[in-house]
């Protein structure tokens, strides 16, 4: 999951954007949970099936923009010379994206998952994001407040 300790930034992750992750999950599993309830198997899982493709998207989009941007903390000088852009990052991301319409595609075409299930699966991602914002934010210590 997260390295730590290494010297290089570079793919580690935000201590709020882990809970983030965590809290869409944990949203999803609410969501197929509550579904099971209401309306039955099929219905759960197709919910959590959009859940852990959201999560799962959530995830791979923050590795990509954690490669992507320059690590702001690093101790470089404004003089500096920035690295490159990993192009090896840019594909990955245009691969997530182009994957992810496929993979929801072939599982409506082939009738493995109901849309509108699918879609309620996918609202864990907004509401799991501000559920973490919100729960990373309260432990987080005030700068410049003395």
């Given amino acids: 999951m997260m390295r730590q300790g290494s010297g290089d930034s570079r793919g580690r992750l935000d201590r709020r954007l882990v809970v983030s992750v965590i809290a869409v999950g944990l949203c999803g599993a609410a969501l197929s949970v509550g579904a099971f309830v209401s309306f039955g198997r099929g219905t759960s899982v197709s919910v959590a099936t959009g859940a852990a493709i959201a999560t799962a998207n959530l995830l791979a989009l923050a590795y990509t923009v954690s490669a992507l941007l ?4 690093s101790g470089t000088q404004p003089g500096s010379q920035e690295q490159p852009t990993p192009f090896g990052w840019v594909l990955v991301g245009l691969l997530k994206m182009f994957g992810l319409v496929v993979v929801v595609w072939l599982l409506m075409r082939h009738g493995l998952v109901s849309p509108v299930p699918l879609l309620v699966g996918f609202g864990a ?7 973490g914002s919100v729960v990373s934010d309260r432990g987080a210590p005030a700068d410049g407040l003395d």
């Fill in 125 to 131: 991602l907004p509401i799991g994001i501000a559920i």
């Fill in 70 to 73: 320059p690590e702001s903390r």
